[in-house]
């Protein structure tokens, strides 16, 4: 059974950074499929971050050029480096991971508790 942990999350102004970080079980990061997902209040569940079948990293439109994804194979860790946040980024963030080579277009096998965002004033 794989097992996500998430930590990092906040309450931060706009413009302010973060970084979200995922403790994987097991040699969860190397072996299985891994993002991160956000979902806001009122909204459905989205992918925001993850890597594509040839280990590029993929952004939802709305984040790019302002999150990075990362991973640490040996340390077993997923993250996510989240700059200039906006209000709009406001939202509780889930690992998960799945297995093949990637999440786009495919549900998770695994989630994370998640850990919660709020950027505000």
């Known amino acids: 059974q794989v097992q996500l942990i998430e930590s990092g999350g906040g309450t931060v102004q706009p413009g302010d950074s973060l970084r979200l970080s995922c403790a994987a079980s097991e040699r969860t990061v190397g072996r299985y499929a891994m993002g991160w997902f956000r979902q806001a209040p009122g909204k459905e569940r989205e992918l925001v971050a993850t890597y594509t079948s040839w280990n590029s990293p993929y952004y939802t439109d709305s984040i790019k050029d302002r999150f990075t994804i990362s991973r640490d194979n040996v340390k077993n860790t997923l993250s996510l480096q989240m700059n200039s946040l906006k209000p709009e980024d406001t939202a509780v963030y889930y690992c998960?991971?799945?297995?093949?080579?990637?999440?786009?277009?495919?549900?998770?096998?695994?989630w994370g508790q998640g850990t919660q965002v709020t950027v505000s004033s």
């Open positions: 998960a991971a799945k297995r093949g080579s990637t999440l786009i277009g495919f549900q998770p096998d695994y």
